[in-house]
């Protein structure tokens, strides 16, 4: 059911943990669901710099969190933030239609951390500028 | 990474070597129809199909007239439900069943909602356990049928059915059981509980896929299931599943001959995973009865970790056993079963069963304690929810 892409971020997922005193944190999801979904940024002149992740969550939804963190490490802030849930899909080679949302799920807990970041430094990213990040929840899949 | 471990009994088992060698001559011997009586190999195929029937319903003390062949368990659960309901519609339109039934009851109760009849959906407590009381309070002057399962497939809790049976017949209401689960695990006897109708499936017991039984005690009003040849006496028509009805018999046979000594094996070898479980692992909440449980049920939810998770890397292990969490059934919510108990939406995500068989060896046990310690650490060191 998963390809073995999946399978390999799953079984070793990379950038798993916390950052401490993180510049930006972003959290989505719910228990309720059954997938929240942490991520953590290590930002510096709008680089980021280390980026990890805490997921509670199916098989794909941790492979999503793991291949989302690799995606945006070393990527300008201005570039993190149009990773997309279709370019992680990509990356994993495929998701299953039930599972695309945890590829959604990533993408929102990406934005969410860069929103905080842009928050707590009073910076504008291009493309955050009318982000709520209590709309970004996304609903029961 | 040889080593396979099947913990997926409730879902299905290995069919037994001694229920295929059964079947075999079925397929190219004694191929005729057990309908063409005036020829031998006709002749042959209807009293295989007999004998079948009388071990079946010796096994249950049943008459041999009262047990009817049926493609299985969800088949006999539909006509149960549906040929009792159209039966008995001048009588009343209310049906009494419990919030934890398999679906192949829920949702026929809730296609007969469709025709005016009404049902009642009986809570269970934290322990998946009916409510005596409830029962009585629920029953309407136009109540035609109680349907209880006799064991729950998900978290293995036994129901009071002797009790429950009493109770439906004191107010002269039909009662039914699913006893898919059941069968095998525990000793049950029709008369003695007062059950009416009673719905069994081969392949949960090693036996073929495609056969189960249902259980009608005489003079039961019960509408026809399958129309057609006079084949079950005309109530379920449709040319036997010869081969499948001698494995069922067979499988019943064998279920009957290792009774006791399968029963106390699968007891000890149960409370075994489940200390074992519980000393090795925190923040975990048995599923299911303490005691009142099928002997070979180990249903637990590990807090801050999601059930699809657990599967994936268990069976990298080799080990296969089944979650009640929404992601591995497709559907938006987790076990209707876990929640009905009480349990909140993310422990219930974090639900593994294991169901054990006459296989399973205490190295396997072992092996999945120490298997799912690891698997959950892993997990929970992912999870954000347990910091």
Redesign the interface.
């Given at each position: 059911m998963?390809t073995e892409t999946v399978?390999d971020h799953?079984?070793n997922?990379r950038n798993?943990?916390?950052i401490e005193n993180p510049d930006g944190v972003g959290?989505v999801g719910n228990?309720?669901?059954?997938?929240?979904?942490?991520i953590y940024l290590k930002i510096n002149n709008d680089i980021v710099e280390d980026a990890k992740f805490?997921?509670?969550?199916?098989?794909s939804?941790?492979a999503s969190s793991s291949m989302a963190t690799e995606l945006i490490k070393g990527k300008s802030i201005n570039e993190a933030v149009e990773l997309s849930n279709k370019a992680v899909v990509e990356a994993l080679g495929g998701l299953p239609p039930?599972k695309i949302h945890c590829s959604v799920l990533a993408e929102q807990a990406i934005k969410s951390a860069l929103y905080d970041y842009a928050q707590k430094n009073n910076k504008v990213i291009k493309g955050l500028e009318n982000y709520k990040p209590e709309d970004e929840e996304v609903s029961?899949? | 990474m040889s080593r396979k471990i099947y913990l997926d009994n409730a879902a299905t088992t290995r069919v037994k070597k001694e229920v295929i060698d059964e079947m075999r001559s079925y397929f190219d011997e004694m191929y005729g129809n057990p309908s063409s009586q005036l020829y031998e190999l006709g002749r042959k195929s209807k009293e295989a199909i007999e004998n079948a029937r009388h071990t079946v319903a010796e096994f249950i003390n049943a008459d041999d007239k009262e047990l009817y062949f049926t493609a299985g368990g969800t088949e006999s659960d539909n006509w149960a439900i549906k040929g009792v309901a159209f039966a008995n519609k001048k009588k009343g339109n209310h049906i009494i069943t419990t919030k934890i039934e398999h679906h192949a009851v829920i949702h026929t109760c809730e296609y007969l909602e469709k025709f005016g009849f009404e049902t009642t959906y009986l809570d269970v407590d934290k322990h998946g356990m009916i409510d005596l009381e409830q029962l009585k309070s629920s029953i309407r002057p136009e109540t035609i049928l109680i349907s209880v399962m006799y064991a729950n497939n998900e978290i293995g809790t036994i129901q009071p059915i002797e009790k429950i049976g009493e109770i439906a017949h004191e107010h002269g209401i039909i009662f039914h059981t699913d006893a898919v689960q059941a069968l095998g695990g525990v000793r049950i006897n029709v008369k003695k509980q007062h059950i009416d109708l009673m719905s069994m499936s081969a392949h949960k017991v090693g036996g073929p896929k495609g056969i189960g039984g249902m259980y009608i005690r005489k003079g039961v009003k019960i509408d026809n299931f399958i129309h057609g040849g006079g084949q079950e006496r005309g109530k379920r028509a449709g040319t036997e599943g010869v081969q499948n009805i001698v494995g069922f018999g067979k499988a019943i046979e064998l279920v009957q001959r290792d009774f006791d000594e399968h029963v106390e094996k699968l007891t000890a070898m149960r409370n075994k995973l489940i200390e074992g479980i519980t000393s090795n692992i925190p923040d975990i909440v048995l599923n299911g009865h303490p005691t009142a449980r099928l002997p070979n049920n180990v249903n637990f939810s590990y807090r801050y970790v999601e059930g699809e998770s657990i599967l994936l890397l268990l069976d990298m292990e080799g080990i296969s056993a089944s979650s009640g969490s929404a992601c591995t059934s497709g559907s938006l919510d987790p076990s209707h079963v876990l929640l009905a108990t009480g349990l909140d939406h993310g422990t219930a995500h974090g639900s593994i069963r294991f169901t054990l068989s006459e296989e399973t060896t205490e190295e396997d046990i072992d092996f999945v304690i120490e298997t799912m310690k690891k698997i959950i650490e892993k997990l929970r060191k992912i999870s954000p929810l347990n910091k």
């Open positions: 998963y399978m799953f079984r997922p798993v943990g916390s959290q228990a309720k669901c059954g997938d929240i979904m942490k805490e997921t509670f969550g199916c098989g939804a941790i039930v029961c899949h | -």
